[in-house]
């Protein structure tokens, strides 16, 4: 058994359902792969040519763990196929999931177009009774909106359904969250979807939360708002460690423990980025705003985030009191570990005002560069972390992969003009760095 399976789960469905999936981008290929791993035969589509011929070759165009083996296993076993034309998807599946992009205006709300284009193909093409469910995170109202446009453009007298049912999906972990869900949140406004949406999500045993399609659209706004709270939240009570000498590690572990808090979402450190977060907070204050509710909170959770990066340039010179012409080896692009990911990461602000300063940038991730380096000029991109630290009179941890955590201090020490290093993740033991003889600033963590 494929160990991506959820127990219990021991054999394939004999037939599945037939499912498209509208976007192939990270949310739609994950999703997309998942279910044909379920038994059901699944067309991802996207507008994107060269994207669909890479992806029917194998090809994947990002990195998620996990994710090549299930494109290739279920391409091959026939479950799993990409087209371009939307026409061709929506007329022999049942089910027609919306995963396409909803990129921020400038004015920090959704750009729904993309949502309302495939509403309209699907509405031309439908010959019999679909149900299209909305897999992008979209504004509360948006399922009216698709309802209302599918309506409008619908060409023969079909009858359809509009669901939603948000991802919870984190990168670097996709495949196993979407095989061992805490909960799936089902949106529906009709029996016969529901019952299409349970029957789906059957095989993975999880919790179902069956709402209306409003609640279900405000439960995926709330969740992301709630998570970069709590994230705001434990960066600010850093600061204050930082002032009284106390170890914000310590606060979180203590915090944690009750079982109300819990203990995940509260490492302090460089702040929050991703293609999520910043985005998912921006469009739920505009959301709350037209609704008539100024979400200060989420306001603060936001500013606190942006804080959090200065707070850390302010380490670095306070410590190296000049910046201009020092070097600095960078460990850390992505905007955390285990993807390859740098939509607003921290680590492109902090790049961007060390390079302001003057100083020279030597850097090192173990996924990201490549992606950087379209978007960096003038630094350099190293092949380890000790080509990194060459000559550098800092060394500055923005991501936390494995990998730095098991560096070789003795050769790190050997290989720095200066043995200080910035931890931006506060993913060394204090004590151990500062015996091998390093200056070490965490987040934080100043009383230890
Ligand atoms: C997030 C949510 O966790 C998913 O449930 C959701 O499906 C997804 O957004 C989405 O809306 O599509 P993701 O952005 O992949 O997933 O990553 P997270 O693991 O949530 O991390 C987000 C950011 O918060 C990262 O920059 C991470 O470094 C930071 N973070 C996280 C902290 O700074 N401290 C923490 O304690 C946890």
């Known amino acids: 058994m494929n160990p991506a399976l959820p127990a219990g789960y021991k054999q394939e ?6 499912i498209a999936i509208v976007g192939s981008g990270y949310v739609g290929l994950v999703t997309g792969s998942c279910l044909a791993e379920l038994g059901n035969k699944v067309i991802c589509v996207d507008s994107d040519a060269k994207k669909i011929a890479a992806l029917k070759k194998g090809i994947i165009p990002i990195f998620e763990p996990g994710l090549e083996e299930l494109v290739i296993n279920n391409t091959r076993k026939k479950r799993l196929s990409f087209i371009t034309s939307i026409k061709d998807a ?3 599946s049942e089910i ?3 995963a396409v992009g909803t990129p921020p205006l400038e004015n920090g709300e959704a750009d729904l177009t993309g949502i309302e284009n495939v509403a309209r193909n699907i509405a031309i093409n439908m010959a019999s009774y679909r149900l299209i469910v909305e897999k992008s995170t979209v504004p509360v109202q948006t399922g009216k909106w698709v309802e209302h446009t599918i309506s409008t453009y619908i060409k023969r007298k079909v009858k359809f359904d509009v669901a939603s049912n948000p991802e919870f999906l984190r990168e670097g972990s996709a495949i196993s969250d ?7 949140v089902i949106g529906v406004d009709s029996k016969r979807a529901g019952d299409i949406l349970v029957n789906l999500y059957k095989p993975l045993n999880a919790p179902m939360v069956i709402t209306n399609i409003k609640s279900a659209e405000l439960i995926k706004h709330a969740s992301n708002a709630f998570l970069a709270t709590k994230i705001s939240f434990i960066n600010a009570i850093s600061r204050i460690c930082d002032q009284v ?3 914000v590690e310590e606060v979180a572990k203590g915090m944690g423990l009750d079982k109300r808090i819990g203990r995940s979402f509260l490492n302090a ?6 293609s999520c977060f910043p985005k998912d907070l921006d469009a739920f204050i505009n959301i709350s705003q037209n609704a008539g509710y100024n979400f200060e909170l989420l306001r603060a959770v936001k500013k606190i985030n942006q804080e959090q990066k200065r707070f850390l340039l302010k380490k670095i010179k306070d410590n190296l009191w000049i910046v201009k012409d020092k070097t600095i080896a960078v460990l850390g692009l992505a905007f955390k570990p285990d993807t390859d990911d740098i939509r607003s990461a921290p680590s492109l602000d902090l ?3 060390l390079k302001q300063e003057g100083a020279f940038l030597r850097i090192y991730d173990p996924q990201a560069m490549k992606k950087a380096k379209e978007i960096l000029p003038d630094v350099k991109f190293c092949k380890d972390s000790y080509e990194a630290a060459r000559g550098a009179d800092c060394l500055l941890v923005v991501t936390e992969w494995n990998e730095f955590k098991e560096l070789d201090f003795a050769k790190i020490k050997k290989l720095l003009k200066r043995a200080l290093i910035i931890d931006g993740r506060n993913i060394y033991d204090p004590a151990q760095v500062r015996k091998m003889g390093f200056t070490y600033v965490a987040i934080g963590r100043k009383g230890l």
Do not use: C, E, L, Q
Request: glycine content about 22%; proline content about 3%; charged content about 20%.
């Open 96 to 98: 027609i999931f919306i």
């Open 90 to 92: 929506v007329k022999g």
């Open 178 to 184: 979407f095989m061992h869900p805490d909960r799936i």
């Open 13 to 18: 469905r004999k037939s599945g359902v037939n």
């Open 351 to 353: 790049i961007s005002a």
């Open 245 to 247: 000498g106390a170890d």
């Open 269 to 274: 450190g460089a702040g929050y980025g991703g």
